[in-house]
């Protein structure tokens, strides 16, 4: 091409947006990392340095909230991706009915956290939920749960809430890679009389390396940084049992107005995110050839 | 090849049903819940189907619990986000699949590191820019956020849709007298529609459901989206469990409708689309 300014001039309107509402204020979660900020206290404003770095790493709630996270970032990848496996293989073989059922079992994908949390609510509730009315029904519970209220149980119903939305995402994008997979290579194994167990293990989750690895990566940093869901169906309670480091950075924002710490925590979970998807990549060798 | 009838129970059909049944489930007894009479909702025993069913629960949420003005609130942003996005996605997917040029590659791993990017971080910033500029309140900082965390993924969706045009039909337009511009204009675009459709589409998805953002900067209850109307209503000290279960019926109304359209293009067109959550 002669005009090698064009694609410049193309790409303009999107580097300006990035720049301004992207680049800009993240820089500036770093500089206010650095400060005392909170609007409602004008008086604490100031320099601070590593002040706030510091109180974070006594921070008991800091704590709490990274280990929620780690726990529900393995948990919903993890889970995830088995079910979603699970999903992908049965759509992927062929039979009357598929259409309808993968159209069906993808709905989830399309909602948003906020209205999963809603039907979500409307099945744990304790005066007009679901589950507790089957569960004493049928004799699986004595009396009804408070399911979300509940310290031991409020985790496991979140997961469970936001698996329901998150699966379809590994079903879709396992489904599409297995697509591309040769029929031939069935084909053959069978013909050499390999179960379908073993061909499962030796040709399927060979050509779908790839795919899981970006998948599993994407969806933990997704999951990580996940606020809707559990911000609007615990708010990250009770005492801080479904309070991750993005729910407790959107606390910072929404409720104490503690600017400043909160950007300062939002900067470590950016490094710990940096430094998760840095090794992850590594130790996956992603994008080598063996 | 014949598969026995054993494995067609228990490696399709019974794992298939139990899925099916969890993923309807919910959306099911929030349709029951939404068309109950008041009274029944909390009468026991339970009942499993609305009897009587009524729609009182969607006139008190329509109008009640303002989601006429939510519903309006919502469908204004995310129609000027999408119009935005998608004309920034045309014009971004047509430069990456057009032109070689220094930065290429660069500039595609920030189009997919912006996935990356937390949002709850972005939230004390973001709040200030817009403080600055004087939009809190006002939708327009909804539609900026909307639009600038939406271009990118749809860039590259469309990118692949404009590779799949022959680039000699837009030389031969120009070779026949056409401008350049007026190439793009009237061959790129007219082939291009099946993209744009898909990229709006996913794009109406993403603003209809966007959340974070809205919460922090709409505070004024004549601008809330739908989301925020829903949280509203979910923390009501009072709260009608009819009216919400309509309002949640109502909020999935628009995003299952484009996801029926958008679900043949979700597996064949996927592959390159995974970075989407």
């Not at chain 2, 589409?201 to 809330?224: K, P, Q, R, T």
Request: proline share 4%; charged share 10%.
């Amino acid at each position: 091409m002669k005009k090698t300014y064009v694609p410049y001039i193309l790409l303009a309107p999107a580097v300006c947006l990035v720049l301004a509402f992207m680049v800009y204020p993240i820089g500036n979660v770093f500089y206010l990392s650095l400060r005392h900020y909170n609007p409602t206290k004008p008086w604490i404003n100031g320099f601070a340095g590593f002040g706030n770095f510091v109180d974070i790493l006594s921070d008991k709630d800091f704590w709490n909230a990274l280990k929620v996270s780690v726990k529900w970032v393995i948990s919903e990848v993890l889970l995830q991706l088995v079910f979603g496996m699970l999903i992908a293989l049965i759509l992927n073989q062929k039979f009357k009915g598929r259409g309808i059922f993968r159209a069906l079992t993808f709905i989830p994908w399309a909602m948003s956290g906020v209205l999963t949390a809603v039907l979500w609510s409307l099945i744990y509730n304790q005066s007009v939920g679901l589950l507790n009315n089957i569960l004493t029904k049928t004799g699986l519970i004595k009396s009804p749960n408070a399911w979300l209220a509940n310290s031991g149980l409020v985790f496991g119903s979140v997961v469970t809430a936001e698996l329901w939305r998150g699966i379809p995402f590994f079903a879709i994008s396992l489904l599409a890679a297995m697509q591309s997979i040769p029929e031939e290579l069935y084909e053959a194994a069978n013909v050499d009389g390999s179960s379908k167990w073993k061909s499962f293990l030796y040709i399927t989750l060979p050509s779908l390396k790839e795919t899981i690895i970006l998948t599993t990566l994407l969806r933990s940093v997704w999951e990580f940084n996940s606020v809707d869901l559990i911000y609007s169906l615990t708010g990250g309670g009770p005492v801080g049992k479904t309070t991750t480091l993005s729910i407790l950075i959107a606390n910072h924002a929404t409720k104490t107005s503690n600017y400043g710490y909160g950007s300062a925590i939002s900067v470590i979970s950016f490094l710990i995110l940096a430094i998760f998807a840095m090794i992850y990549l590594k130790a996956s060798r992603f994008g080598t050839e063996e | 090849m014949k598969t026995k009838l054993s494995d067609k129970i228990f490696r399709r059909w019974l794992p298939l049903v139990l899925i099916n049944i969890f993923v309807l489930i919910p959306i099911w007894w929030t349709l029951v819940t939404s068309l109950k009479q008041e009274g029944d909702i909390l009468k026991k025993p339970v009942r499993y189907i609305p009897d009587p069913a009524t729609l009182e629960n969607y006139m008190r949420a329509w109008v009640n619990c303002r989601f006429d003005r939510y519903f309006f609130n919502s469908m204004r942003i995310a129609v000027v986000s999408v119009f935005f996005i998608v004309v920034i996605a045309i014009i971004t997917g047509y430069a990456l699949s057009r032109f070689q040029f220094q930065g290429k590659n660069g500039f595609m791993l920030m189009l997919l590191c912006i996935q990356f990017i937390p949002h709850a971080v972005l939230l004390i910033p973001l709040f200030q820019i817009f403080n600055t500029m004087g939009l809190i309140g006002k939708p327009l900082s909804v539609i900026l956020v909307c639009i600038t965390f939406q271009f990118p993924f749809n860039s590259i969706l469309i990118r692949g849709f404009i590779g799949g045009i022959p680039y000699t039909l837009e030389e031969a337009a120009q070779i026949d007298g056409c401008s350049w511009l007026m190439a793009v204009w009237k061959v790129v675009i007219p082939m291009l529609i099946p993209g744009i459709v898909t990229t709006a589409a996913f794009a109406f998805i993403g603003v209809w459901n966007e959340f974070l953002f809205s919460m922090m900067f709409l505070n004024d209850a004549n601008n809330y989206t739908i989301p925020i109307g829903l949280k509203m209503m979910q923390g009501e000290y009072n709260i009608s469990y009819g009216a919400l279960a309509a309002g949640a019926i109502i909020a999935m109304s628009i995003p299952v409708a484009l996801f029926a359209y958008l679900q043949k293009y979700l597996v064949t067109g996927m592959g390159a689309g995974a970075v989407k959550g």
